[in-house]
């Protein structure tokens, strides 16, 4: 299969570590400068867009797995909306579509972007939105179109982080909001390598180069938002998704409600979260 080399999305050409080779073809590299972790090299956009579609078709294996995320999702949507409140909104990465059932239809007009064409094609039927099957670029929608883009837990899919979050901004009203979530990436890396996944999960490693392409931490994340014309203006704590190992599920809720209550004092010094969700705004060009 053909690989190929990356650079930082944040910081461009720098130095970088090897940080998990995973005996793959691919591996995942650190940046020296900003931490984010990404998969260089990694295999082309058309080798990884037809392993994502087949593994996010619509299935019942797949249904199940999205209703692991609903709590998480329904808080997500209750802090979106104290910024916005109705409007066009494109949910980016939408899968099966559950994001928009907390966003009412009398209040919102529901878009949405997903890769796989069967999975497109029940989250607009199910849920009475506008889902285009592919990219978001190949999409093409109009400028200024949206009150709200959501980018929620598909942003280390991203083939290109930076032109996705230029096209975002194209597309978003002035004033309007970005939701970008990302999976905390200290949390995730002891949740994934180590004794903690063996001891629960079975598994020595949980991550994989091959498929998940960016770890971003939130410095990193806010550096490449400002580069692509957003202003952050709020951040939270999002809970991770429920699973039926109950041992789980207690550890990970003891851990997001000890982190949520934590981050109201220093949310700057937070990193162990399970996810983060940033909202920000597109900065006016012309000032």
Aim: proline share 5%; net charge neutral; hydrophobic share 40%.
């Amino acid at each position: 299969m053909e690989l190929e080399y990356v650079e930082c999305p944040v910081c461009g050409p720098s130095q970088t570590r090897i940080w998990l080779d995973d005996n793959k073809p691919t591996r995942y590299v650190q940046c020296k400068g900003c931490g984010t972790v990404y998969s260089s090299p990694r295999y082309t956009q058309e080798i990884r867009h037809v392993q994502t579609s087949e593994s996010w078709a619509y299935t019942d294996d797949m249904l199940s797995i999205e209703i692991n995320r609903r709590p998480a999702l329904k808080l997500e949507a209750e802090l979106i909306q104290q910024h916005v409140r109705r409007g066009r909104m494109l949910d980016i990465g939408c899968s099966a579509g559950d994001f928009f059932d907390f966003f009412p239809q009398t209040q919102w007009e529901r878009y949405g972007v997903e890769l796989s064409d069967s999975t497109a094609a029940y989250a607009a039927e199910r849920y009475s939105a506008q889902v285009r099957a592919g990219t978001l670029h190949q999409a093409h929608f109009s400028s200024g179109f949206f009150d709200l883009v959501s980018m929620i837990d598909m942003f280390y899919y991203a083939d290109n982080p930076l032109a996705d979050l230029i096209e975002a901004k194209r597309i978003l009203k002035l004033g309007a909001v970005l939701a970008i979530e990302i999976a905390g990436q200290a949390y995730m890396f002891a949740r994934s390598i180590g004794l903690l996944p063996l001891l629960l999960e079975k598994q020595w490693c949980r991550l994989s180069s091959d498929s998940h392409l960016y770890w971003f931490n939130p410095s990193g994340l806010s550096r490449l938002l400002k580069k692509a014309g957003f202003q952050p203006f709020e951040w939270y704590v999002v809970p991770s998704p429920q699973h039926r190992n109950m041992l789980v599920d207690s550890l990970t809720s003891l851990h997001f409600t000890f982190l949520k209550s934590l981050s109201r004092l220093s949310f700057g010094t937070i990193t162990w979260a399970p996810k983060f969700m940033c909202l920000a705004r597109p900065m006016d060009d012309s000032s």
